[in-house]
């Protein structure tokens, strides 16, 4: 049987597992892991997590398993050293394990259930290489805190319809924030009186709804966070005239208020504020003029701290393991820059930094990757932020080709999730590393529009409708996504009908792995790919002080349309004081006439400005591919690259 892996999350630096993010599970709240240094004779302690981790780097003569609960999965991956042929003598309650394997650098994953006595390895598990790949836990090395934390986790073998969703009661809509806890999916909503919703993630159409008293307090369920160690969800309200926070009892779902801090709440009357939590105490920004952060005790519930910024309206805050970021709005949202800010929160010090002109209205998200942040931005121009987090002036601008609103933005481990409004809704996957971008539409019709919050509990997506875009009476949606299968192969997690009634097909591209050609159908349809995408054109200009004018990259002589995407890469590869600028366009255009037109502008003022365009869609027949670049002003010794490639998925 495969392993099940029941979500909990701990800070950062693996010492304390007691807290799940509300609605950004991320790099920064990983599920429980225990990294034992190596010894001969290790202790493998269950309650410090789920997931065992060692590198042998000499033989283990005799190990031991402690504090593991009846019902508990545990997992352990073993890794030998570059000299390999280490051996492991396993602890005696675990029964049922393999040898490990010996080989320089080879791993090993075992995974238990622990009835009481002793962990059991599952005896009918015996998952071949294929299955390994397909479905293992894949750890990626964070080199900058030098431990790990989990990307995916697949089941063995995992069956499930490609998208379930559930259409919300009448006045059930407006969920603002979605998270997992426990084995439940939650979402509270902004509506008054707010409510909180309690979804069983395997039938999303078993729900339970705990709706507020209508007291004009308990209005606009802004934010939640789930605290592990207390049991219990603490869910933020948006009043004008306090911050008010209830504790909620998550089997019974009895609740109690317990922060009632007047004349810290709102300036907009539907709420907009925004809390998180290092495991003991919760942090919540205000929308307000100026924003105020607020810091409170998870044990006595006063209020121990508080800072007035010189910065307006706060809409997220998030907790990485070492600092707190915030986001906001800026004096008029929607008009003025948004703005950023890394804070300690001892003393809740910090520093700021001021987006550019035209980057307004972060939104309520924002995902925590390593080294840098990356924020959606409510203005309909399809630009994510990656932001620096130890230089919060380095920002760089992603540009998916979108021109649509960004909400949701979500962080599973390996991606980066984004959804933009529309009918229907679109969902994006952008890999942090390389920039590459898939998006994903929605059903057509209004039962999909509006995509608002996602969150995942690691084998499948969830996606919150705010009010489904059919108006201020009309119900809201959840869905469930199924993720994509074996590593590099087909997969139809979402397939449907753009506006032209061609197919999208999704390319489940998680690494240069090279796979047998495959064929999937769905819904009658088929589609064949060889696990790659194939060049189609290429281009690279180096060293470039003037603009480039119109080349066309690849023009559809085939008697098919093919499923493209085109990606630039536009860099400054050497600064000057010049102020010059260099604008970096696709064209993508039929019988003369530009259908899709996409730009990306950088200044060549520092080595450290660069500009990525995703653009993926359908090249009909006789279609071509165009680029240009422009450049602005007159460079003195600045100078800029640019990349550009062709690809054919389909």
Known sequence: MPIKHLFHSEKSDGSDPTLVRASNWNAAHTPGINEVPYSATPVFDASLGDIQIITLTGNVTSSTLINAVQGQNISFFISQDAVGGRTFAWPSNVKGARDIKTGPSEETLEGFIFDGTNAYAPASWEPSEAEWAAAMYVLIADYRRNNYIIARALDIPYQDENLQSVALAAGERKIHALFIAGSWLWGSSRLNPAKLFRFNPDNLTEYSVLTFPDDAKHRYADDAVYIKSKDRIYVVFGNTDRTLISEVNPDTLAWTDVVEDLDQGTTFSDGGQSMDSDGNYLYVITMRTPAKVLKYSLVSFAKSLQATLTLNNGHAIRYDGTNLYATGTGTTPGTSPGWVIRMNPADLTYVSQQFAAGDTNPTDDFALVGEHLFICLENANGIMLRIQK????????????????????????????????????????????????????????????????????????????????????????????????????????????????????????????????????????????????????????????????????????????????????????????????????????????????????????????????????YLSMGEAITYLTTVTGTPATGRYSVHVRVERLS
């Not at 995509?451 to 108006?471: A, C």
């Not at 349809?525 to 790659?532: F, H």
């Not at 102020?579 to 366009?585: H, K, N």
């Open 390 to 617: 130890s230089d919060l002036s380095s920002i760089n601008r992603l540009y998916n080709g979108i021109p649509r609103t960004g909400y949701g933005l979500f962080y599973d481990g390996r991606h980066i999730w984004s959804c933009y409004a529309g009918t229907p809704g679109t969902l994006v996957r952008t890999d942090p590393l390389t920039f590459e971008m898939v998006p994903y539409e929605f059903p057509p019709g209004t039962d999909f529009g509006g995509p608002n919050e996602i969150t995942t509990d690691g084998k499948r997506l969830f996606v919150s409708f705010w009010d489904m875009d059919g108006g201020p009476t009309t119900p809201g949606r959840v869905a469930r996504i199924a993720m994509a299968g074996p590593r590099g192969a087909w997969s139809p997690s979402i397939i449907y009908p753009d506006t032209q009634g061609k197919r999208r097909f999704q390319l489940d591209y998680l690494g240069n792995i090279k796979t047998d050609k495959k064929v999937t159908t769905y819904n009658g349809d088929t589609a064949v790919g060889n696990g790659l995408a194939s060049v189609l054109a290429l281009d690279d200009k180096v060293a470039q002080s003037a603009s480039i004018g119109s080349t066309t990259l690849f023009t559809n002589g085939a008697v098919a349309d093919y499923f493209c995407r085109v990606s630039l890469i536009l860099a400054c590869t050497v600064a000057d004081a010049s102020g010059a600028t260099v604008t970096a366009t696709i064209g993508w255009k039929g019988d003369g006439i530009a259908r899709i037109l996409v730009s990306a502008s950088v200044a060549l003022a520092s080595t450290e400005n660069f500009a990525v365009l995703n653009l993926p869609g």
